[in-house]
């Protein structure tokens, strides 16, 4: 039985433990992620923001129901916490206090 560290793609968890170098190293990673995320969700919230209130500006209601729902179906594939995720877009959108 080798000891060599099998190769592993960056989405797969190999269960060998990592040297602190390694866990520095992947914790730089996810911050680096972290920062991508928040860019996003800003855009996004941005951009809702902006469709929202030309929708109001025009005579129609901010939200479009089956836009929410379609949102929430392309966020489920990721699971409960899919939908969690997408309700608080919905929440962020809205300047909406999150539901505890």
Same mark, same amino acid.
């Given at each position: 039985m080798s000891n060599a560290r099998p190769e592993s793609?960056?989405?797969e968890y190999t269960g060998y433990e990592l040297s602190g170098a390694e866990q520095a190293g992947l914790v730089r990673r996810?911050? !680096?992620l972290d920062a991508e995320l928040i860019t996003l969700l800003s855009r996004r919230v941005h951009l809702s923001r902006w469709i929202g209130d030309s929708r109001v500006e025009a005579g129609l209601p901010?939200?479009?129901h089956e836009r929410d729902l379609a949102?929430? !179906?392309r966020y489920a594939i990721a699971g409960a916490c899919g939908?969690?995720?997408a309700l608080l877009l919905l929440h962020f959108?809205?300047?909406l206090p999150p539901r505890h």
């Open positions: 793609s960056e989405h996810l911050e !680096a901010r939200a479009v949102m929430f !179906a939908k969690e995720v959108a809205r300047d």
